[in-house]
């Protein structure tokens, strides 16, 4: 039985009941409702591109199988004990309190992060009879995201050279580490080598430090998906007046390497290497990140299914670029006689005293919390903002107003928040409708009402391994 009720508009399904779908929105209606996407990618910027044309409307069909288990995308391993569950820190880990070692390829946070909107297929490449249903797939589908190395598709006979001739209009979108060309082209690489590889890991901390500092989030991998969305959709656009597919070649390391530009411009043109800043400002103006008042023992309210949580110490950034920024900071402060002193009077002379003005700005700043200095440096037209972790912005007002975090029930993790859309239309209002695609959860739909498949040939393809929910 299909999961869910379909009505077939502009040739997309509508998903109207499927498990923990949202009512409410037109999926028909969205910009991308007549696209189809074939999603065979790992780990996050390819999954977060697919993520990004599901969120507007593209059918994506992620494709996956059991006889393959993708670590760090659906897992670190299969079925991991829940004492290794509980010992792990970080966000490559599992839903903790709903934890089942079954199951536990559909709780992963780091897969669930980019995996809404979607539906999902299984079958084995690795056999003749799969490859055949993959390019049945393949034939009717708008899309292709993938992010293997060339030397894995060739293997697997997946090379736009090979699709291209199921399906000329297919737009064939690769998103390797380092591109499908080039002495690095085989070369594998995650977040922390792109960001050292593109110079950003020698650009980031302290100035007494070396670059060794990596990061939790890096930011090539958003880079490179919200690249690759845009460039498939350009591709879509192109194809409306060729009515050709064509193939993308998209290294992720280019993709974020723009981000840091201007140092780049400056070596080709100055011959100068940047040098690490800390948080000081690039461009001269007064820039730091200031420890506030020490609230410990504060609690505040979770509310949105949160619990209650303590404030434990703020942190607020700050900065301030020219003389009006600077006379609104010394009215929020109350004109104290420090900031009329003459190595404050000017911009140049603040830069040239920073440290000090560090130091007396930290004082200031520790008497208050961070939400409290923010309010009344904004009050006076002076950029400021607190840092804050996962649970604060969760609470934060300002996101609660413009509904931003929305709510998904999952089967395996039930029901929570998840970050919502990264923009609104004006005239094509939308929300998350499905939540984190379990594996092969869409099975019946994507063989029986797309491929046509009978329910003698369903019940064999199950037999062989294709179809199925678990990895084995």
């Known amino acids: 039985m299909i999961p869910f009720t379909k009505r077939e508009k502009s040739g997309i399904i509508l998903y109207l009941s499927a498990p923990g779908a949202k009512k409410g929105v037109d999926v028909a209606e969205q910009a991308l409702s007549d696209v189809k996407v074939l999603d065979l990618i790992w780990y996050i910027s390819g999954p977060y591109a697919a993520m990004l044309l599901a969120d507007w409307g593209a059918e994506v069909i992620r494709v996956e199988s059991c006889q393959h288990f993708p670590m760090y995308t659906r897992g670190v391993m299969m079925k991991m004990p829940f004492e290794l569950v509980k010992s792990r820190v970080g966000y490559a880990n599992h839903c903790k309190p709903s934890y089942n070692p079954d199951t536990a390829h559909n709780t992963f946070l780091l897969f669930n992060a980019h995996a809404r909107n979607k539906l999902g297929m299984t079958v084995n490449l690795r056999t003749p009879k799969g490859m055949d249903i993959f390019k049945r797939l393949i034939k009717v589908s708008d899309v292709f995201i993938e992010n293997n190395s060339p030397r894995v598709k060739e293997h697997l006979g997946i090379t736009w050279e090979d699709l291209k001739e199921v399906n000329p209009r297919l737009i064939y979108?690769?998103?390797?580490?380092?591109?499908?060309?080039?002495?690095?082209?085989?070369?594998?690489?995650?977040?922390?080598?792109?960001?050292?590889?593109?110079?950003?890991?020698?650009?980031?901390?302290?100035?007494?430090?070396?670059?060794?500092?990596?990061?939790?989030?890096?930011?090539?991998?958003?880079?490179?998906?919200?690249?690759?969305?845009?460039?498939?959709?350009?591709?879509?656009?192109?194809?409306?007046?060729?009515?050709?597919?064509?193939?993308?070649?998209?290294?992720?390391?280019?993709?974020?390497?723009?981000?840091?530009?201007?140092?780049?411009?400056?070596?080709?043109?100055?011959?100068?290497?940047?040098?690490?800043?800390?948080?000081?400002?690039?461009?001269?103006?007064?820039?730091?990140?200031?420890?506030?008042?020490?609230?410990?023992?504060?609690?505040?309210?979770?509310?949105?299914?949160?619990?209650?949580?303590?404030?434990?110490?703020?942190?607020?950034?700050?900065?301030?670029?020219?003389?009006?920024?600077?006379?609104?900071?010394?009215?929020?402060?109350?004109?104290?006689?420090?900031?009329?002193?003459?190595?404050?009077?000017?911009?140049?002379?603040?830069?040239?005293?920073?440290?000090?003005?560090?130091?007396?700005?930290?004082?200031?700043?520790?008497?208050?919390?961070?939400?409290?200095?923010?309010?009344?440096?904004?009050?006076?037209?002076?950029?400021?903002?607190?840092?804050?972790?996962?649970?604060?912005?969760?609470?934060?007002?300002?996101?609660?107003?413009?509904?931003?975090?929305?709510?998904?029930?999952?089967?395996?993790?039930?029901?929570?928040?998840?970050?919502?859309?990264?923009?609104?239309?004006?005239?094509?209002?939308?929300?998350?409708?499905?939540?984190?695609?379990?594996?092969?959860?869409?099975?019946?739909y994507v063989y029986k009402e797309i491929l046509k498949v009978s329910d003698e040939e369903y019940a064999e393809l199950e037999k062989e391994g294709h179809i199925g929910t678990e990895f084995v």
Request: glycine share 10%; net charge negative.
């Open 173 to 444: 979108l690769s998103l390797p580490g380092f591109g499908g060309s080039g002495p690095y082209k085989n070369y594998r690489a995650l977040g922390a080598h792109q960001e050292g590889f593109g110079g950003h890991t020698y650009m980031r901390g302290y100035v007494d430090e070396e670059p060794t500092a990596t990061s939790t989030i890096y930011h090539t991998d958003e880079a490179g998906g919200i690249n690759a969305a845009f460039a498939i959709v350009m591709a879509l656009y192109q194809r409306q007046k060729t009515g050709k597919g064509q193939y993308i070649d998209m290294a992720q390391v280019e993709a974020s390497i723009p981000h840091l530009a201007q140092a780049v411009m400056d070596y080709t043109m100055n011959r100068r290497i940047t040098e690490r800043m800390g948080n000081r400002d690039f461009h001269g103006a007064v820039q730091g990140c200031y420890r506030c008042k020490d609230v410990r023992g504060k609690w505040v309210p979770g509310g949105m299914g949160m619990p209650p949580m303590e404030i434990v110490d703020t942190w607020v950034n700050i900065t301030i670029s020219n003389d009006q920024e600077w006379q609104g900071f010394c009215r929020a402060l109350g004109n104290p006689d420090w900031t009329k002193e003459e190595r404050f009077s000017d911009s140049l002379s603040r830069y040239k005293n920073h440290d000090e003005l560090d130091k007396l700005i930290g004082e200031w700043t520790r008497e208050h919390d961070a939400c409290e200095v923010m309010h009344l440096l904004q009050k006076e037209g002076v950029p400021a903002g607190p840092v804050l972790d996962e649970k604060d912005a969760y609470s934060d007002p300002h996101l609660r107003a413009r509904g931003f975090f929305e709510e998904l029930t999952h089967a395996d993790c039930g029901t929570h928040l998840y970050p919502g859309l990264a923009f609104r239309m004006s005239k094509t209002p939308n929300q998350l409708r499905l939540p984190p695609v379990p594996l092969g959860e869409h099975n019946e």
